[in-house]
């Protein structure tokens, strides 16, 4: 098995409240950077572990922009799977994406927000690489 990195990034919505801003953190079965997809049961999961391991470090840290380790200043105010297809400011929502809103109160990283620097939410971790064996049925 091979260690990789993860990295996805999905648009990021502006709300009509002031600072806060939402965005699918992961979408059931859509393709990221290294063609690897998501089961909706895997987001569940990965969305519930990230809430509880939020929950325990948010006193210690608070998220980066683009992974610099600058701190974006900012607040979780939403988290949660979408129960069904819907609509988040005009863009479809897949029934089993997992959905984060965020409060930022840094005014750098809402400018860069807001100017278009900064569009979407970057899901980063590792993960272990092996290989699928398929069979094929030939007729």
Not at 35 to 59: G, V
Not at 66 to 71: A, L, Q, S, V
Request: net charge negative.
């Amino acid at each position: 098995m091979k260690v990789v990195q993860v990295d996805l990034t999905v648009k990021l919505h502006k709300t009509e409240r002031q600072g806060i801003f939402t965005g699918i953190v992961l979408e059931p079965d859509l393709p990221d950077a290294h063609e690897d997809t998501f089961s909706r049961a895997e987001i569940e999961r990965t969305c519930h572990d990230f809430m509880r391991d939020y929950a325990m470090s948010k006193a210690e840290c608070s998220p980066d922009v683009e992974h610099t380790g600058r701190d974006a200043a900012a607040d979780l105010l939403e988290n949660f799977i979408a129960p069904q297809d819907m609509t988040i400011d005009g863009e479809h929502v897949s029934a089993g994406s997992w959905v984060q809103t965020w409060l930022v109160n840094d005014p750098l990283t809402k400018s860069e927000i807001e100017e278009q620097k900064l569009t979407g939410l970057s899901l980063e971790g590792t993960g272990y690489r092996r290989p699928i064996t398929r069979e094929v049925q030939y007729a």
